[in-house]
Nanobody, 127 residues
Framework: EVQLVESGGGLVQAGGSLTLSCAAS????????IGWFRRAPGKEREGLSC????????YIGDSVKGRFNISSDDAKNTVYLQMNSLKPEDTAIYYC????????????????????WGQGTQVTVSS
């Protein structure tokens, strides 16, 4: 059974940092890509970043480039989203998702190719 479990969300002041974790199980990570997405109240889902399990290639979306970074620990089947210089507009529910082929480009961050999703973790940034 495929499972994706996010953790690490919480309340942080503007300018602060958080690191989200996505623990994946039930599939072979090297044959997949993991993406991070968020949905803010009243807004559409936004793709933030992805990482390929086959070669570690990664993409960071323009809206968070320079502030967010994605990494993975293949031994732990865990993908991380390091978020720095957080802003109130980063407040959202953050989700990780799995795409069962290892490509990672801006196009893939539309989310349409991701078929398994975690339950999400809330990030709240106070001003």
């Amino acid at each position: 059974e495929v499972q994706l479990v996010e953790s690490g969300g919480g309340l942080v002041q503007a300018g602060g940092s958080l690191t989200l974790s996505c623990a994946a199980s039930g599939f072979t990570f090297k044959d997949a890509a993991i993406g991070w997405f968020r949905r803010a109240p009243g807004k559409e889902r936004e793709g933030l970043s992805c990482i390929s399990g086959s070669d570690g290639s990664r993409y960071i979306g323009d809206s968070v480039k320079g502030r967010f970074n994605i990494s993975s620990d293949d031994a732990k089947n865990t993908v991380y989203l390091q978020m720095n210089s957080l802003k109130p507009e980063d407040t959202a529910i953050y989700y990780c998702a799995a795409q069962f082929y290892p490509a990672c480009t801006s196009w893939h961050l539309t989310g349409a190719t991701y078929s398994s999703w975690g339950q999400g973790t809330q990030v709240t940034v106070s001003s």
